[in-house]
């Protein structure tokens, strides 16, 4: 709630660019998008490619099988139905709507900064799905340049917002992005700032998707180079 009570132009734009939501990339392929400026960053060849995409999106994959194994388990209700239902007969602050800004209400008409026409996943919260992917790609392209260089960015013109278009953003907004973990990290807070995520399922999620990555980029190593995806761990007892 505090959150969406002091919401900032910038974390609106952060808020909306990372949603992903039907008729686009979806954000699982936003990674992919991010490794095609990454291929023509470093100049890639056809084999470097088919590696990096086949490692990233076999970890994303992973990332995702073991998100959704959380969500089913643990069943947990997100902020839409939480906070209308905590602070029901409470006077909180929040945001109010497109163009409204924070305004005071009844917790119980509590909404996330988002489209009317946009609703809240309908699948349990914990963990991020949006945290896990992007940790898994983050961690995969960092292995893969050997660096978490990253040097993107993205930038949006005054009024451009989708939710409060001709509102928001007051002035020019750009996010830049110096390493992938940035850009990851960023991913997952954005679903606090719009409302759709609690905490802990971004922490989470963020902490599942690298330990999921370095697992995935193992597998990935054993395929380029031959070998059991075992043979490390069974050398290093043996030594």
């Known amino acids: 709630m505090d959150l969406s009570a002091e919401l900032t132009d910038e974390q609106k734009v952060i808020a909306e660019y990372w949603a992903n939501g039907p008729r686009s990339e979806l954000p ?37 099988i073991s998100c959704w194994d959380s969500k089913r388990h643990f069943d947990s209700v997100r902020p839409v139905t939480a906070i209308p239902f905590l602070f029901h007969g409470q006077q909180i602050r929040a945001w109010g709507g497109p163009g409204k800004g924070a305004v005071t209400m009844d917790g119980s008409q509590w909404i996330p900064y988002q489209l009317s026409t946009f609703p809240t996943p309908p699948f349990p919260e914990f963990m991020s799905g949006h945290s896990t992917f992007s940790a898994a790609g983050a961690e995969i392209l960092r292995l893969f340049t050997h660096s978490d260089s990253f040097g993107a960015s993205v930038t949006f013109a005054p009024g451009s917002s989708v939710t ?19 850009a990851a990290d960023q991913a997952g807070i954005s679903r606090r700032y719009g409302g759709i995520h609690f905490e802990l399922g971004d922490l989470a999620g963020r902490a599942c998707g690298r330990r999921v990555a370095k697992q995935a980029w193992k597998k990935s190593q054993s395929l380029f180079h031959g070998g059991s995806d075992g043979d490390d761990d069974h050398n290093e007892r043996n030594r």
């Open 164 to 182: 409060e278009p001709g509102f928001t953003p007051q002035h020019v907004v750009t996010l830049s992005w110096a390493t992938f973990s940035e």
């Open 28 to 64: 699982p392929g936003h990674w992919d998008l991010f490794a095609q400026f990454i291929s023509a960053r470093d100049h890639h060849a056809v084999d470097e490619d088919v590696k990096m995409f086949f490692a990233l999106t076999n970890a994303i994959f992973d990332g995702g």
